[in-house]
């Protein structure tokens, strides 16, 4: 089924076809085509829905369909579905919706998840904590196979994820795990101790969103547990949960290094002025930053007056010393955010960097300096100068463009802010020093 017979459908008053046909489709589906429609429709085919999918539905809207879905329902409807939700999909919910509407949710919710989602709201936003759910199996030690596979059935529909369950003790500290594949095919009357992993790795609730997305990344796991300072397994992460974080983590760094702040909203929900003031502050900073490359050719105003034609050389230089710069510091932020490159490799980086960089820039000196004599007839001393600046430029263009981001790093702040358009900024003034200082030497001006 697709918008347009869904359409078809409601204007056809055929509800009972409509509940039949979505209740065959996947959840993520439903949700799609439920999206462009209006608030009003949207709550029709909702309540048609079979409870347990509108639940899984539900998951997959907008913050703002939940919204209105929530003041649209009673408040029995909501308790059934903040009960059916997933303990991680309920706590994003509740991260995103209003004051008045968590109240509403901590109402509908059971007294023992309202003391453990005012447990979860107390982590740092961005880490492990705030992103791990409760829904995973444990076992114990002394266990048998047998037993181990009862338990699993009887609660596994309960749970985010069956395929890996952890073993912990009775202060519930973490033990091991042991793999759903590895109960099915083991003995039933084996005990968990003896077949049991123990060599587990595991993130702590305080740890960094992207640090736990580095590990997922390395090890390719479906579910990570996450333990307290105690060792106490407080909750999982799922992979499910962690390619969304992935996936704002890298929309995050791309807007950094595009120069404007972070924002979760889609593009087309967001408000003009809000997008506005997103953008304004870097290019303000930008703008400002700017001045100094025209303080820098105030300064050597009497050079470019006496010898006019070096002045036609200077966009060039620019651009050419912006876009090696960039190159550097997209792959260097990449290889930070991908845990390739750490801080420790900055030596590493700046002799790759330099070797790269010479490699380059003579190439394109030499290619510029037979350009500018061949087609341009440009005197040799002035193609000399041009060339050499090019070399010098595109030098120091990709060493700053590559040690900026690792410095960033180990200041604690984001390597995405040292992109594109600072470090073109930055490389801009270097390029005109260098350009009018050799330029100074070699004509005698």
């Not at 991260?95 to 509908?108: D, F, H, Q, T, W």
């Not at 076992?139 to 596994?156: D, F, P, Q, R, Y």
């Not at 330099?354 to 341009?376: D, K, Q």
């Amino acid at each position: 089924m697709d918008e347009r017979r869904l359409i078809e459908l409601i204007d056809e008053k055929k509800y009972a076809e409509i509940k039949r046909e979505l209740s065959d489709m996947n959840e993520v589906d439903v949700a799609e085509i439920l999206d462009p429609l209006d608030a009003h429709l949207t709550l029709l085919i909702f309540r048609m829905l079979p409870k347990d999918l509108a639940v899984e539905v539900f998951a997959h809207f907008s913050k703002e369909q939940q919204l209105g879905i929530i003041n649209s329902i009673t408040d029995r409807e909501l308790e059934y579905i903040i009960n059916e939700l997933f303990f991680d999909d309920m706590i994003d919910l509740i991260e995103e919706m209003p004051a008045n509407i968590v109240k509403k949710i901590l109402r509908s919710a059971k007294e023992d998840e309202r003391k453990l989602i005012n447990q979860f709201l107390k982590y740092p936003a961005d880490s492990a904590g705030s992103i791990m759910t409760i829904e995973y199996v444990e076992l114990k030690k002394a266990m048998t196979v047998k037993e181990s596979l009862c338990h699993i059935k009887e609660t596994g529909l309960n749970k985010e994820t069956v395929y890996t369950c952890y073993v912990t003790d009775s202060k519930r500290a973490l033990e091991g795990f042991v793999s759903l594949r590895t109960l099915v095919t083991s003995d039933e009357n084996m005990i968990i101790e003896d077949i049991m992993e123990d060599e587990v790795i595991h993130v702590n609730t305080h740890d960094d969103q992207e640090s736990v997305a580095n590990v997922f990344r390395k090890y390719g796991f479906l579910a990570l547990p996450v333990v307290d300072n105690e060792n106490r397994l407080t909750g999982i992460i799922t992979v499910d949960d962690i390619m969304d974080i992935m996936e704002q983590e890298a929309t995050e760094d791309f807007q950094i290094m595009a120069a404007m702040s972070p924002s979760e909203e889609a593009y087309l929900e967001t408000g003009v002025f809000t997008l506005a003031r997103h953008r304004l502050p870097w290019l303000l900073v930008l703008m400002i930053s700017a001045t100094f490359t025209g303080r820098i050719m105030g300064k050597f105003e009497n050079v470019l007056a006496s010898i006019v034609v070096l002045s036609t050389f200077i966009p060039m230089l620019m651009d050419t010393g912006g876009n090696a710069g960039s190159q550097s510091s997209t792959l260097i932020i990449r290889g930070l955010a991908t845990g390739e490159i750490s801080t420790k490799d900055w030596i590493k980086v700046l002799w790759r960097e330099l070797a790269i960089s010479f490699i380059v820039g003579v190439i394109l000196a030499i290619t510029n300096f037979v350009r500018l004599m061949v087609l341009e007839k440009i005197d040799i001393v002035i193609a000399l100068t041009v060339s050499i600046t090019l070399v010098v430029t595109v030098v120091s263009s990709k060493v700053v463009g590559g040690t900026l981001p690792l410095i960033a790093k180990k200041m604690n702040l984001d390597p995405a802010i040292m992109a594109g358009p600072l470090i073109t900024t930055i490389v801009d003034a270097l390029s005109l020093i260098v350009y009018f200082g050799i330029a100074t030497a070699l004509l005698g001006l």
